[in-house]
């Protein structure tokens, strides 16, 4: 998706800046959610919501037969959350492996915002 696709900006400040964000991916096989992130100060509004709605709706588009995603088995509020959304605890073992590529996180980013300026680009 379109980084204008993905992210929901909070407006009516002179600042815009961004509150929400998620990643969705389609291999042709299978769709993945990543990442769903709001910033504490705007939870419990439906703009998690509405960012899942949107990049399930693109991949339904693009005729994706199944969504996937990965919560930590410790996250309790965000497997409420996808359960509310429909998404319910499937019997998979899931294996991974790091590459050593350093990561920018966004969830980083929500929780402590930097700058504007700072966001690397
Ligand atoms: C998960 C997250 C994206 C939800 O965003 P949000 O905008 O607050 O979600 P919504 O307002 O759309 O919530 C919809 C419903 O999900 C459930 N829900 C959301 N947050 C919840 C929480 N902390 N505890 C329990 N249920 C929760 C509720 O049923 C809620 O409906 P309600 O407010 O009417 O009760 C947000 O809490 C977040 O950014 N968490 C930290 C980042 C994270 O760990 N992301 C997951 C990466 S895999």
């Not at 002179?14 to 705007?42: E, K, N």
């Not at 693109?58 to 359960?83: D, H, T, W």
Request: glycine share 8%; charged share 20%; hydrophobic share 40%.
């Amino acid at each position: 998706m379109a980084e204008k696709d993905c992210a929901i900006g909070h407006e009516g400040t002179a600042l815009r800046a961004i509150v929400g964000t998620i990643m969705a991916g389609y291999d042709g096989h299978r769709g993945w959610l990543y990442t769903a992130a709001v910033s504490p100060q705007h939870r419990r509004q439906g703009i998690g919501s509405k960012l899942v709605q949107h990049a399930e709706s693109v991949l339904i588009a693009m005729e994706c037969p199944k969504i996937n995603l990965q919560v930590r088995a410790s996250n309790a509020e965000v497997v409420a959350f996808y359960k509310k959304l429909g998404y319910f605890t499937e019997e998979r073992i899931t294996h991974g492996k790091a590459s050593q590529i350093a990561c920018w996180s966004i969830l980083e980013y929500l929780s402590l915002p930097p700058k504007l300026t700072d966001v690397p680009v």
